[in-house]
């Protein structure tokens, strides 16, 4: 999972002044072999969300995320979605 690394870039945006960073698609995850992104989607509510949504409200920084690998209730294991979400800065979801 890459969010330490994302963390430090969002980290010393934040003490630049930036008002929003724009994270590139896979931010969370990139996968080497097939299936390993179905094996790591999470629900928009899981545990590595709720890292970034603490992140852009610690911060006081507006993220725009690419990519995310959703896991959605009630679909197959093996079908994900590629969700964008953005985060204002209070961490509450907004697209």
């Known amino acids: 999972v890459n969010f330490g690394m994302c963390k430090e870039l969002v980290c010393q945006a934040a003490e630049q002044g930036c008002q929003l960073v724009a994270l590139p698609e896979c931010f969370s995850f990139i996968g080497a072999r097939k299936g390993e992104a179905q094996q790591n989607a999470e629900s928009l509510e899981g545990p590595t969300m709720q890292r970034y949504r603490d992140l852009a409200r610690e911060?006081?920084?507006?993220?725009?995320?690419?990519g995310f690998q959703e896991k959605v209730e009630g679909e197959p294991d093996n079908k994900i979605l590629n969700t964008h979400v953005v985060l204002n800065s209070s961490g509450?979801?907004?697209a």
């Open 92 to 94: 509450d979801m907004v």
């Open 59 to 66: 911060q006081q920084i507006w993220l725009s995320l690419g």
